[in-house]
């Protein structure tokens, strides 16, 4: 986004063409909150399109001593 908007600028000698993106439209959001405290690290990215029961991530205990698997609770977009 950053090297686009330089180029849309004219900030920028950047002569790479951005393949175009068709955008993604959300009626509504929601944050999950997590039943355990401790680390989180995901099993998905930013922009991924899951199902209601997907592991979205872990919580750990930063010596790694529990793990708490979190599971999305419907069918979602990650952001």
């Known amino acids: 986004g950053t090297r686009r ?3 849309y600028l004219g900030m920028t000698e950047d002569n790479e063409d951005f393949p175009e993106q068709t955008p993604i439209v ?5 944050w999950i909150r ?3 405290a401790g680390l989180f ?3 998905i990215k930013n922009g991924d399109k899951v199902k209601k ?3 979205l991530g872990v919580i750990t205990d930063p010596y790694g001593d529990f ?3 979190h ?3 419907h069918d979602c ?3």
């Not at 959300?26 to 929601?30: G, R, V, Y």
């Open 5 to 7: 908007l330089l180029k």
């Open 26 to 30: 959300l009626e509504h959001n929601s």
């Open 34 to 36: 997590a039943k355990a």
């Open 41 to 43: 690290k995901p099993t």
């Open 53 to 55: 029961g997907k592991v």
């Open 67 to 69: 793990e708490v698997a």
């Open 71 to 73: 599971k999305a609770p």
């Open 77 to 79: 977009i990650v952001f």
